[in-house]
């Protein structure tokens, strides 16, 4: 039993991990069949919590998981060690397996192998490279032979995708890992991330080699009928009282954003005593974007002046029409080549999306620390 009435900031499950049925269960299927699948979704909406509870419900004997999160890969290099590493760790809790796996599957390569304080538990690998020769052959090929000495079937878990687009020569590297992985029977692969126009840019471009890679899925929004459930749950699960309508607010006043939800919900719940009320509500969104401001803050410090007056318009509402004179015009923003501009840099700063056709800012705490400053 998990006593934390609220969770954010970090993965979330068992009690503080709500809704998410639907993807639970096409997820569930894509592994236990051997289908690759590919989950996008702006960061903290869920999916590391997401693909966390699937591994945990799909491991088993038959089928083994490797769970890997590549955030802090700068090179290819950097992958192929961490890859390499997270299949052998992963696919056997026995000291001496991994060395007779090194020994059948990556001899060629010499590894160099580096043990923990407890070493029975605890290695990192590293990798003495030939970029091109076999040997990424051997790294990329581990995991098919490992599952098939072992008789299993393997689903690799890769968060933070979106990374390899940032690699030197992105494309010729994502072309390796494709021809090999897609010969692969025993192996299939999830692979996710943030950076929506990076990942969709991976898997949606028919000149690059991830196109249709797998079954793509857009992580939604967790309902409001879900996060009110779930908010006055919660709430009594600790002794407290919170009105559904209260509950709803929350989930509104941050459009639902899976990451805010939570931490709106704790704020509330810490400044009340025994019922909350629109009293301790508004005090937690004071406090939200307080906490919030020195980031936001940041975000925008290097914005140029036509970028802030994009930012502007937004915050009055604007979500379509940029370049109509009126609003063109009105908010600056010279000729409509440069609205695309503009539009480009901000979307690739994750500041803003588009959303069926309508532009919107992407962090909805933003939008109202925007209000405040400028109204
Ligand atoms: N299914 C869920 N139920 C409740 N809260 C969730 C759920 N998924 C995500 N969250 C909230 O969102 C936050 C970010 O989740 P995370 O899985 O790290 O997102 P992502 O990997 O998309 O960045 C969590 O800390 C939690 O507060
Ligand atoms: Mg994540």
């Known amino acids: 039993m998990n006593d934390k009435p609220f969770v954010f900031g ?40 997401l693909v966390q509870k699937i591994c945990r419900i799909a491991q088993s004997d038959k089928l083994k998981i490797v769970y890997l999160d590549i955030f802090s890969c700068r090179s290819d290099r950097e992958f192929y060690d961490k890859f390499a590493e997270a299949v052998l760790k992963q696919t056997s809790s026995k000291w001496d397996e991994w060395m007779e796996h090194v020994k059948l599957f990556l001899s060629r390569i010499s590894p160099k192998i580096s043990l923990g304080p407890d070493p029975m538990s605890d290695f990192s690998i590293s ?40 690699f030197d020569d992105s494309k010729t590297f994502q072309k390796r890992l494709r021809t090999v992985w ?8 999830c692979l996710f991330g943030s950076k929506k126009h990076l990942m969709a840019e991976l898997f949606e471009k028919k000149s690059l080699p991830f196109y249709k890679f797998g079954d793509t899925v857009y992580l939604p929004k967790i309902s409001t009928a879900d996060w009110v459930k779930y908010i006055c749950e919660r709430f009594e699960a600790t002794g407290k009282k919170i009105s559904g309508t209260l509950a709803k607010k929350i989930c509104q006043t941050v459009d639902n954003h899976s990451s805010y939800v939570q931490q709106l919900a704790w704020l509330v719940w810490g400044l009340t005593e025994k019922t909350a009320t629109g009293k301790e509500f508004a005090e937690a969104c004071q406090d939200l974007l307080n906490q919030n401001s020195p980031l936001f803050e940041n975000q925008i410090k290097n914005l140029t002046s ?19 004179q009126n609003v063109l015009k009105k908010y600056q923003l010279g000729s409509s080549a440069n609205v695309s501009i503009i539009k480009q840099a901000l979307i690739k700063q994750e500041l803003i999306e588009i959303e069926n056709g309508q532009t919107v800012l992407a962090d909805p705490v933003m939008a109202l620390w925007l209000k405040r400053i400028w109204e």
Request: charged content about 25%; proline content about 3%.
């Open 10 to 49: 970090v993965a979330t499950a068992d009690e503080n991990f709500t809704d998410r049925e639907k993807e639970t269960a096409r997820l569930l299927a894509n592994f236990q069949h051997g289908i690759n699948t590919i989950l996008i979704s702006p960061r903290r909406w869920g999916k590391t919590s």
């Open 127 to 166: 990798l003495d490279l030939n970029p091109k020769s076999d040997d990424i052959q051997d790294i990329l090929q581990l995991p098919e032979k490992i599952a098939q000495q072992k008789k299993c079937r393997i689903v690799v878990c890769i968060d933070e995708f979106q990374q390899i687009a940032e």
């Open 182 to 189: 897609q010969l692969q029977k025993s192996v299939s692969y």
């Open 306 to 324: 036509s970028q802030m007056n994009f930012l502007r318009a937004l915050k009055d509402g604007i979500h379509t029409g940029f370049t109509t």
